[in-house]
């Protein structure tokens, strides 16, 4: 008999059909003559309700249908009597597949630390939460895509083993074949051209350096791909594997460049809002009791844009007394940039137009010469949740930026190139997916939002 | 004045309305008192034509405006009088944002190999070919996920770094962030207690095995991301570093597994014909004069399914010369599985339960304990283009498969831990990207079908 999603069978009226389930005991709970099952199969944040008359049963099966196990029902489409649901299934038959020892079966009916569901990550998205979020996950790359193809943009996958250090943003995991006992050295230096690739390899820090090569022939590109930092922070903030989105796209300037991020943010917001609403007021209601109060704060309101000096202005006169003290020319921390979105403006906020020093060498310089076109968006809760630029289009000064900060100009050649051959005004930033999951599930752990997280002295599963 | 997409203005019978254009001079030709420009911004294959009253541009200007060079054109749109397009431009204004110098710019009006272009893969994007491959991966990618979306599959982000080398299947390339200088060794061996995470680490070569733990939970998932091989390998089907779609789902077994490579494969190839057809005719003419015959082949017929063993059988009795004999228990070679394709059936094939010895570990035994669930989708010009498998669920078969090929179970625990507590039928299979890439622009080459190639000795750009 052809199984139906759990999905399905919840939205039908077709009462008295004989309907077939596959899924997870989630709970079983024992009555007189009676056993009533919760079944899950991950279709849906809801379980169906299996109604099993126990004396038509042999017990000692019956035994075996337990919190975990994987069982096939058939049986009758039913109005519900109890709350909760409004259909259930009155079981003919169960087939199992597999049991669940409850001895040593980890995930037993009541509630589990996240910091323990952490540690069996196998298992997690057994779970309400993380059925939850692994949905929410796919919805939002599924809406990453669809923006992106419905405007006509190209994604582009880029490497990910890459022989340069460009953007420099930290530390960097190396890539080799050598045999780590038998390190060749020549004059004190690791001799790379034993090496796979004849060259120092790492793992890839952002592919927006391949995006705008890209950009630069097709218009408009992004990225979605993992990249990595060998950052060693224990935090709830970071990863050393996680997912980027990186648009770029030519003959855009940054005022285009923060029109589109405002309307890819509201996009994705508004398409988690219309496509997961089981599974965002499950969350809402466990872990974040304004998550979607403040997902539709963000789609409901226009982002309010000022530069970086305008902000440093509004901190320096607010009174409140930061952790940080903010001064002109360093780096806004997370308790500055919630102060504004949060307290200030009670809106989200695009800074622009940062001191070069804190900024990458590929953003475009302002007439000043002290500010290049760098964009930061600023949410609630979060933070920097987007970080873009208009990038550096004269050759002439990108080469110059490029030999101040000593960079190995031999080793972009390629990357050089694109200013010396038809360059273009161009302008991208990045979405890190691990902070957008953060905001859309109202999770406070980074490694809550990706499935199999990477950390420092943690890659299991 | 707002640029529009050459895409667009092509379709469009606005004569006389002003456009403005931006995009990359393709060529240049010149007549007397005027200069013919073909525009191309890579929304599509076609360029536009402007035409320029050289008498009414500074003539020192014009100079500058060559191939490869970038510009902002403006003028109205006309009927054309030549062949080939529909409407040109007769250009109004003309800005140049970059220009590229003819001595050393390196893509000139003529042709050139495809070799060539390897060399200089950060420009190619700018070239018709590629241009055409880039889009149609572009088509191919959003194809996977949008047919994967539709049937209510989660996609999941199985982890790149990872501390397992389970597939076994072959070399692994090592990540770490130790010193290469100074590496840890104790009794003989490295000591990665000092490393990043803790232990050994490498570039993933499957999503698989998270996969399945990730279906044991959500029913319907799929993959999609960057996977790894670190062999040797200077062919034109190898890549170090290529995307693999890996879809696992609950309670299917190998004719359902199956059913949905075959709907998938012909899904995609479908949305190539209808969704790329410039491109394509593009590549046919130029490439593979067959090719959207291939491509129509393959929606227009059932795939032929048969055993591994039928099929060696058949190729026994074919009377054909290999060059590789066939023999049950080794095998097949492209060559064999070209002739069952392209020779006798002259469809689609899709082989069956192959001798364990030649597949994973993880394939479901046959009662004959000969042969697995393995299925193999043949394709012609390609051979294989998919490999999956129903996947054992028996705790204690899957345990003693492990322990027979000596692999180390203590590290696949929690693989393991799958079928010990609530275990179900499976199965699922793997797509290449850049194999389906070969296949549907008739390309040869592999390193011609990824935007950045990793292959031995070279990780440039």
Redesign the interface.
């Given at each position: 008999m052809l199984?139906k999603?759990i999905?399905d069978i919840l939205n039908s009226t077709e009462y008295g059909s004989l309907v077939c389930i596959?899924?997870?005991?989630r709970s079983k709970r024992d009555s007189k003559n009676v056993a009533f099952l919760a079944i899950n199969?991950?279709?849906i944040i809801h379980n169906i309700q299996a109604v099993v008359d126990t004396p038509n049963f042999p017990e000692d099966y019956l035994k075996d249908v337990q919190t975990?196990?994987?069982v096939?029902i058939t049986g009758s489409l039913v109005q519900s009597q109890g709350k909760g649901q409004s259909v259930e299934i009155q079981a003919k038959t169960i087939e199992i597949?597999?049991?669940?020892?409850p001895e040593?079966?980890p995930l037993q009916k009541k509630g589990h630390s996240l910091e323990f569901l952490r540690e069996i990550a196998?298992?997690r998205?057994?779970t309400n939460t993380?059925?939850a979020i692994?949905?929410m996950?796919?919805a939002m790359?599924?809406a990453v895509?669809k923006f992106f193809?419905d405007k006509?943009?190209?994604?582009?996958?880029?490497?990910?083993?890459?022989?340069a250090d460009c953007e420099g943003a930290g530390?960097m995991?190396?890539?080799?074949?050598?045999d780590?006992?038998k390190?060749p050295?020549a004059d004190?230096q690791?001799d790379f051209s034993k090496d796979?690739?004849?060259?120092e390899?790492s793992?890839t820090v952002s592919g927006q350096l391949?995006g705008e090569?890209?950009a630069?022939?097709?218009?408009?590109v992004y990225t979605f791909?993992?990249t990595?930092r060998?950052e060693?922070s224990n935090t709830s903030r970071h990863l050393?594997?996680f997912?980027m989105i990186e648009p770029e796209v030519?003959?855009n300037e940054l005022e285009d460049n923060m029109n589109l991020a405002e309307e890819f943010l509201k996009y994705l917001v508004k398409y988690a809002l219309e496509n997961c609403k089981d599974d965002l007021e499950f969350l809402n209601n466990l872990y974040d009791k304004e998550l979607i109060q403040k997902l539709n704060f963000v789609v409901d309101n226009n982002f309010i844009r000022l530069t970086y000096t305008e902000g440093v202005e509004i901190l320096k006169q607010s009174g409140h007394k930061f952790e940080y003290k903010v001064e002109w020319g360093t780096d806004l921390q997370s308790e500055h940039e919630r102060y504004l979105v949060e307290k200030h403006f009670k809106k989200p906020v695009i800074l622009t137009n940062y001191p070069k020093e804190i900024k990458a060498f590929y953003m475009k310089q302002d007439a000043d010469g002290k500010t290049v076109r760098a964009m930061d968006v600023l949410f609630p809760g979060i933070g920097e949740i987007i970080g873009g630029s208009q990038r550096e289009?004269s050759y002439e000064k990108l080469l110059n930026r490029v030999r101040e900060l000593k960079m190995n100009e031999k080793e972009l050649w390629?990357?050089l190139?694109?200013?010396?051959?038809?360059?273009?005004?161009h302008a991208g930033f990045g979405l890190g997916f691990e902070r957008l999951m953060l905001f859309v599930t109202g999770m406070s752990n980074i490694r809550d939002v990706?499935?199999?997280p990477?950390t420092?002295?943690?890659?299991?599963?």
């Amino acid at each position: 008999m052809l199984r139906k999603k759990i999905k399905d069978i919840l939205n039908s009226t077709e009462y008295g059909s004989l309907v077939c389930i596959k899924g997870w005991v989630r709970s079983k709970r024992d009555s007189k003559n009676v056993a009533f099952l919760a079944i899950n199969d991950g279709s849906i944040i809801h379980n169906i309700q299996a109604v099993v008359d126990t004396p038509n049963f042999p017990e000692d099966y019956l035994k075996d249908v337990q919190t975990g196990a994987c069982v096939c029902i058939t049986g009758s489409l039913v109005q519900s009597q109890g709350k909760g649901q409004s259909v259930e299934i009155q079981a003919k038959t169960i087939e199992i597949y597999g049991t669940a020892d409850p001895e040593t079966f980890p995930l037993q009916k009541k509630g589990h630390s996240l910091e323990f569901l952490r540690e069996i990550a196998h298992l997690r998205p057994r779970t309400n939460t993380f059925g939850a979020i692994l949905r929410m996950r796919h919805a939002m790359a599924f809406a990453v895509h669809k923006f992106f193809n419905d405007k006509g943009f190209v994604y582009v996958h880029t490497p990910i083993i890459t022989g340069a250090d460009c953007e420099g943003a930290g530390e960097m995991f190396r890539v080799t074949t050598m045999d780590l006992k038998k390190i060749p050295v020549a004059d004190g230096q690791v001799d790379f051209s034993k090496d796979f690739f004849g060259k120092e390899t790492s793992l890839t820090v952002s592919g927006q350096l391949n995006g705008e090569l890209a950009a630069m022939a097709l218009g408009e590109v992004y990225t979605f791909g993992p990249t990595f930092r060998a950052e060693n922070s224990n935090t709830s903030r970071h990863l050393a594997e996680f997912w980027m989105i990186e648009p770029e796209v030519a003959f855009n300037e940054l005022e285009d460049n923060m029109n589109l991020a405002e309307e890819f943010l509201k996009y994705l917001v508004k398409y988690a809002l219309e496509n997961c609403k089981d599974d965002l007021e499950f969350l809402n209601n466990l872990y974040d009791k304004e998550l979607i109060q403040k997902l539709n704060f963000v789609v409901d309101n226009n982002f309010i844009r000022l530069t970086y000096t305008e902000g440093v202005e509004i901190l320096k006169q607010s009174g409140h007394k930061f952790e940080y003290k903010v001064e002109w020319g360093t780096d806004l921390q997370s308790e500055h940039e919630r102060y504004l979105v949060e307290k200030h403006f009670k809106k989200p906020v695009i800074l622009t137009n940062y001191p070069k020093e804190i900024k990458a060498f590929y953003m475009k310089q302002d007439a000043d010469g002290k500010t290049v076109r760098a964009m930061d968006v600023l949410f609630p809760g979060i933070g920097e949740i987007i970080g873009g630029s208009q990038r550096e289009e004269s050759y002439e000064k990108l080469l110059n930026r490029v030999r101040e900060l000593k960079m190995n100009e031999k080793e972009l050649w390629w990357y050089l190139d694109t200013r010396k051959f038809g360059t273009a005004p161009h302008a991208g930033f990045g979405l890190g997916f691990e902070r957008l999951m953060l905001f859309v599930t109202g999770m406070s752990n980074i490694r809550d939002v990706i499935p199999f997280p990477r950390t420092p002295q943690n890659a299991e599963f």
